[in-house]
């Protein structure tokens, strides 16, 4: 058996998420039905980073085994079957033992927001039209690597092991159209971007202190933070390996 990494990029408005769920539309069961189509035998996907209903995607992965030697024509035929919101960007053997998931070492997401109202921008970022002190916004995104307990950020019935992460990078940038936040860490909780954006504009409309936005993240609590801002604002950028990791 061969082991292929597939890479993928998609809008992520018409789907329920990342991964397969009874009796919904996702990006997983999607890729399946025209692998299936493709094949014309059923292929077990595994995925890399799950994103949820609404977040778009540039790179993400799945894996999966099979006897065929999958070429770039199967790219090219898999994108005939798509639908026109999700596309396969590569299709790359691996070592036989190579996880999408647990060899990850980084994961990047951005957040967009846009002040000014732009018809094609409305389902690609936030429309959030306030004054915003972004100096103390770049406070609260550089404090976030100081710690790596990020409970307060998580969603509520999460089931995870730990609510550890490592952030390598937080920094928010000025863009052509607006704002956005830039995340790089070793892994990310089940809404914590979207927690931190959210969070971090109330930091910005002075609703929140820098203080208080330490108090936040040190009280380990998901009630204290704020979760209100919406997915299709946010993209997960790229998926990063080992280096070296596609050359084995």
């Not at 999958?70 to 596309?87: G, K």
Request: with cysteine; aromatic share 14%.
């Amino acid at each position: 058996m061969n082991r292929y990494f597939i890479e993928v990029a998609y809008k992520g408005a018409g789907y329920s998420g990342f991964q397969v769920q009874e009796n919904a539309h996702t990006v997983q069961a999607e890729l399946e039905k025209a692998l299936l189509v493709l094949f014309r035998e059923p292929v077990s996907l595994t995925g890399s980073s799950r994103t949820d209903a609404g977040v778009h995607a540039l790179q993400n992965y799945f894996h999966t085994d099979t006897a065929a030697a999958l070429s770039d024509r199967v790219v090219y035929n898999l994108n005939a079957i798509l639908p026109e919101d999700l596309a396969v960007n590569s299709i790359r053997k691996v070592h036989p033992d190579a996880h999408c998931r647990f060899d990850a070492v980084s994961r990047e997401y951005r957040y967009r927001i846009y002040r000014h109202k732009h018809p094609f921008l409305a389902d690609r970022a936030y429309f959030f039209p306030y004054t915003l002190d972004l100096d103390r916004m770049q406070e609260a995104a550089g404090m976030l690597m100081e710690y790596e307990d990020f409970t307060s950020f998580s969603k509520r019935n999460t089931q995870v092991k730990t609510f550890k992460c490592r952030i390598m990078e937080s920094r928010w940038e000025e863009e052509e159209w607006g704002l956005a936040y830039y995340v790089k860490g070793n892994r990310f909780l089940r809404g914590m971007v979207r927690a931190l954006t959210a969070t971090m504009l109330r930091v910005g409309r002075h609703k929140l202190t820098i203080d208080q936005f330490r108090a936040i993240i040190e009280a380990r609590d998901c009630t204290k933070a704020d979760f209100a801002v919406p997915p299709h604002g946010l993209f997960l950028e790229k998926v990063n390996y080992p280096e070296g990791y596609f050359e084995r």
